[in-house]
């Protein structure tokens, strides 16, 4: 798993691209964060530069709005990505309707369990060490490690649902 990184030190995020913000305004309303952007070290850098130029008196209340400018930069930032955590976990969890996946999710499960069973059970039990029986098992198996790697990678993976939550914003239908 990835470290934690605060959010203002990403150049590229999902939560900055545009056209999700638009969305996310209009479903939002009122409780929008600002629409501002990190302000990055090179800016903070050369607009201090600019800061020392001035005359010393003026100098204190110019760095300290500068700062307030930052750290604000960086709330919204923040508001912004928590806002975009909260429409991931959404699409993420989008229930389909249908009977069909519950039922073959269902079927899936119970047989990956009892391939583990019969890969554990081949450990103690003598009768159980033969290639049919083993076979299909190390498939489920496989199947099963498959299926958890590939929904950790969806669930951390944030750019992965950037489509989708757009989608959903827009109002259209999500499926599967």
């Known amino acids: 798993?990835?470290?934690?990184?605060?959010?203002p030190s990403y150049?590229?995020?999902?939560?900055?691209?545009?056209?999700?913000?638009?969305?996310?305004?209009?479903?939002?309303?009122?409780?929008?964060?600002?629409?501002?952007?990190p302000m990055s070290q090179e800016i903070y850098d050369v607009r201090l530069k600019m800061?020392?130029?001035?005359?010393?008196?003026?100098?204190?209340?110019?760095?300290?709005?500068?700062?307030a400018e930052r750290i604000a930069s960086y709330m919204d930032d923040g508001k912004w990505e928590q806002w975009y955590d909260h429409y991931h976990q959404i699409v993420l969890q989008q229930r389909d309707p249908d009977v069909d996946p519950h039922v073959r999710t269902g079927l899936n499960f119970n047989l990956q369990t009892a391939a583990?069973?019969?890969?554990?059970?081949?450990?103690?039990v003598p009768r159980v060490r033969h290639w049919w029986c083993v076979l299909p098992a190390c498939l489920w198996f496989l199947i099963l490690l498959a299926e958890i790697y590939w929904a950790w990678k969806r669930f951390s993976d944030k750019w992965y649902t950037l489509s989708d939550q757009l989608k959903y914003l827009s109002g259209d239908e999500l499926r599967p």
């Open 116 to 124: 583990l069973y019969v890969l554990i059970s081949a450990i103690v």
């Open 1 to 7: 798993m990835r470290p934690y990184k605060p959010a």
């Open 11 to 37: 150049d590229v995020a999902p939560w900055r691209d545009p056209r999700w913000r638009t969305l996310v305004k209009n479903r939002l309303g009122a409780q929008t964060p600002n629409d501002t952007l």
């Open 51 to 67: 800061i020392e130029l001035r005359p010393v008196e003026q100098r204190q209340m110019a760095i300290a709005d500068l700062q």
